[in-house]
């Protein structure tokens, strides 16, 4: 589903991802950890498309087709979805209406009026399950996007949106950090759902909370730009017990 | 033709004697259009090009008695207002000015049993002359400026509201302004007056479809607002790119008066406006609060000044802006507080947002007090759309003009909120459009 070949990418006139290869098949859940700064966020955002970050060389793939020119909303048209380690905050933009205008993105219907109580009704309508599961009430939907969100809240709205999207790849950047046991439990069972939708899943993560709701099918160790270590379940494992020293030399 | 004072003041004495106006009036006209040659341009507008010469002074269009007589294309700019039919009739008092007459007018018995006077001024110059005269010209006067000056010589429609003591208009009363011929000048002349403890909220609306070449608006508003009283004033305009706009603004509140203005401005060639507010009464308050938004060559040079002359006076001013292409908008804001006018407190916030690099934007705040005891505040903040947040929107598949419009959207929400959902929704819209095709 995803493939990067020979990834490079810069910021700022600084080369982080120094040729990257990774392959994620459909309907897995692949895993990468990796020291802080080791470059991960950086290659998620590649893969989605932030103009600051410049692929200098290699290319990305996904269902075979090259990607790596193509805008951020074309990537996410094509089914790619990036869930933020920040997500970022937008002040005046209200959740509902915004979730409103993700759901007619990819399904082509409307609320009734965009009164408020119209657009509440189709979100709750097309999304309810999930907005039960993550705890967001009506009252919640009222706020502006990100703003003043908890460290656990944006994540479960990065999930949420995710659910409004309904993209083929999930890319999940650190869901899993700066978020409360229970927080932690329900996204781990949101991500096991989405799995079985159908949606594939690319964790970044460093903990094992996560790793504990989802069967997880590959482990990627991403060392100062490189995937340096790929494998099963038993290589996050080993990781955890005795650190990066066992793939890195 | 060139513009003479003989040409002004016979025009002056025609449009009075079209109208069947009193004597009183028509000296107002007379003596206006001497003052206009003596005149300079208000302070605010000095920079502002006006070719006199060229503009249509008096343009009296087709009255209709149902809203499905107005012309097409005059429904058709309602509508692009923001104005659908249904909305219009629900509008329980309304009147519909094109050019320089009302065109088309409903205002409910419910407003005529609460003794509330809601109607054109030329009516209510015919109905109740000792009324208005009390209040015509008082808070703007021809002798100021240029500008006032041909106002009150060649001034056509408007519309008079009077709110008796007590009584609370319990639905915004609303007028709309279509400029339609070519090339016209608009003045309509509005007063609104609020006695004692009455509570109203008038909605006017301004519009030029956009074949319209060269127009000049320059309205002026009066408003009064008694002890007790709360006056709330949404102004909504978008003008063809053709216009200059020059309006006049002027309100006054008594002990414990709220005024509060609302208004949205889009388009126009030059906008220069410099709304002032006299806070004469103790405890009463003033909140402005505007939304601004240019492209192509457009410029806004909006503003407000609130004098707070009593003690315990609140103020609070906020401009929102946003420039597009090479529009530039700038706001001035003054609050000044006199010696003795303990307890009071203004505050102007100012922020723009500029989504290219030639667009540009300029605040200068004044802020000036005179009274140990009291408070003035200021903030002002100029931005681009932030590049992570366009990203986490396109991320998540949203074109980069529907991200921009969300973003310039939820910069405007702050206002927007204040103004009533149709209104607000069209306001919407209309951004939208100005933003596609970046
Ligand atoms: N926008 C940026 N500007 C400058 N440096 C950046 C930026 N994003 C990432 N970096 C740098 O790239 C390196 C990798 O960061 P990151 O991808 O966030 O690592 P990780 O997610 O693995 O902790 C770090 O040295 C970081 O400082
Ligand atoms: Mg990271």
Known sequence: MLRLEGLRVRVEDREIIKGANLEVQGRQVHLIIGPNGSGKSTLA?????????????????????????????????????????????????????????????????????????????????????????????EGFLDREINVGFSGGEKKKFEILQMFALRPKLAILDEPDSGVDVDSLNIIGRLLDRALQEGITLLLITHTGGLYRHLKVDRVHVMYDGRIVASGGGDLFERIQESGFEVVIR | MSLTEEFLVSKARQISKELGEPDWLREVRERSARLFFKLDMPEHARHVKVDFESLEYFSPAEKAEKLEELPQEIRETLEALGIPEEEMEMLAGMQVQVDSSI?????????RSLGVIAMPIDRAIREHEDLVRSYFARLAGPEENKILALHYALWAGGTFIYVPEGVEVPFPISALFVMRSLPIAQADHTIVVAEEGAKVHYIEGCSAPSYIREAL??????????????????????????????????????????????????????TAVRPVIHLRGEGSSARNVGLSFVKGEERHDAGVV??????????????????????????????????????????????????????????????????????????????????????????RGLSEEEAITMIVLGFFEPVVRDIPFEYANEIKKLIELSIKGM
């Open chain 2, 103 to 111: 065109v088309y007018q409903t205002f409910s018995d419910q407003l």
């Open chain 1, 45 to 137: 955002l590649a893969v989605a498309g932030h103009p600051a970050y410049e692929v200098v060389g290699g290319k990305i793939f996904f269902e075979g087709r090259d990607i790596t020119s193509l805008p951020p909303d074309e990537r996410a048209r094509r089914g790619i979805f990036l869930a933020f380690q920040n997500p970022v905050e937008i002040e005046g933009l209200n959740m509902v209406d915004y979730l409103a205008k993700l759901i007619e993105k990819r399904t082509g219907e409307k609320p009734l009026t965009p009164l408020r109580e119209h657009v509440v009704e189709f979100v709750t309508e097309k999304l309810g399950p999930y907005l039960e599961a993550l705890g967001f009430n």
């Open chain 2, 217 to 270: 608006h320059y309205g002026v508003t009066e408003v009064w607002a008694y002890p007790g009283a709360e006056v709330r004033i949404t102004t909504m305009q978008n003008w063809a790119n053709h216009v200059i706009n020059l309006p006049t603004k002027r309100g006054v509140a008594m002990s414990r008066a709220k005024i509060e203005w609302v208004e949205s401005l889009m388009g126009s060639k030059h």
């Open chain 2, 306 to 395: 609130i004098r707070h002359l009593a003690p315990n006076t609140k103020s609070q001013v906020i401009s929102k802006s946003v420039a597009k292409d090479r529009g530039s908008t700038n706001f001035y804001g003054k609050v000044e507080i006199v010696q003795g006018a303990k307890g009071s407190s203004g505050f102007v916030q100012c922020d723009s947002l500029l989504l290219s690099p030639e667009a540009s934007s300029e605040t200068i705040p004044a802020l000036r007090s005179d009274e140990i005891d009291s408070e003035l505040g200021h903030e002002a903040y100029v931005g681009k759309v932030a590049e992570d947040k366009l990203f986490y929107l396109m991320s």
